[in-house]
């Protein structure tokens, strides 16, 4: 496998192995709440993709657990840390089914961010903002589109799902790890705060009084944020008044509108069109 040491694990329940316990995005929720120290401060990786991205993105490595039956060399950046190797038995139940991707990595925390920090950073242009998009699915979806086109930053509200949970890691294959992110604890007064610095925020919505996102036009050092409602009702009210503009995406036939993830990805694209 490598010369890295690795140290066996025959049962689920060895407590050197707690802190991968309970996978699932809402157990590692409930635990974070719960409890202090590491538990608070650390989040799951799963694939050497995932992990490596990880680790190019300066996150600290905390401890892996991998298949015993790997084949392939472990990652240099795995050295000096407690690498456990665990059968299949003791993986799908650690892991709630039999995709694992081959390893799992707990890595610690960055220090968070704040809002006012992203927002008066003017080497940043492009941010989306996300208002109760909480499936892990299409949060992972939107950053790792962003990731691929152009936006700076992200800025999620109180009851946005973490976009460090496992699912999105997952699902965003670690694109988004290099990107910063705050929380805004007010919508409205975040949005109020990013057009104070000079921020256009759109609101993409399917609205009547909507412009369609194709007619934009920017300078590359123009600040806009896209600003994106939950997966079913959309964007609040509040938050559609505090925006600048209201912007579409005009749908054909009988459709009024697209899953949350995918109009992220066109919004953005329509963003870096309107940029050159």
Request: proline share 5%; hydrophobic share 40%; aromatic share 6%.
């Amino acid at each position: 496998m490598s010369g890295i040491p690795t140290i066996a694990v025959d049962e689920p329940s060895d407590p050197r192995i707690d802190v991968f316990q309970g996978l699932r995005d809402k157990a590692l929720r409930q635990r974070r709440e719960a409890h202090g120290g590491d538990m608070a401060g650390v989040f799951i990786a799963e694939g050497d993709i995932v992990i490596n991205r990880a680790i190019a993105a300066g996150y600290t490595l905390h401890s892996v657990l991998i298949d015993a039956r790997r084949s392939q060399p472990l990652p240099p950046d795995f050295d000096g840390v407690d690498v456990f190797a665990a059968g299949q038995k003791v993986l799908e139940h650690i892991a709630g089914h039999r995709s694992y991707r081959g390893a799992l990595a707990c890595f610690y925390r960055k220090p968070l961010q704040t809002s006012r920090d992203l927002l008066g950073d003017t080497s940043l242009s492009s941010f989306v903002i996300v208002e109760a998009v909480n499936n892990p699915t299409n949060l992972g979806t939107i950053m790792r589109c962003a990731a691929g086109l152009d936006i700076d930053a992200l800025l999620l509200s109180s009851d946005s799902c973490d976009p460090l949970s496992r699912r999105c890691c997952r699902v965003s294959m670690g694109e988004g790890f290099s990107m910063p992110y705050a929380w805004l604890p007010d919508m409205v007064e975040g949005l109020t705060e990013a057009k104070a610095t000079g921020i256009e925020v759109l609101a993409l919505t399917p609205n009547s009084d909507s412009i369609d996102v194709a007619s934009l036009r920017y300078r590359p050092d123009d600040r806009v944020a896209l600003l994106l409602g939950s997966e079913g009702s959309g964007l609040t009210e509040r938050a559609l008044n505090a925006a600048t503009r209201r912007v579409r995406i005009p749908m054909s036939r009988s459709a009024d509108s697209m899953n949350v993830a995918n109009a992220a990805a066109v919004a953005f694209y329509a963003l870096r069109q309107a940029r050159s």
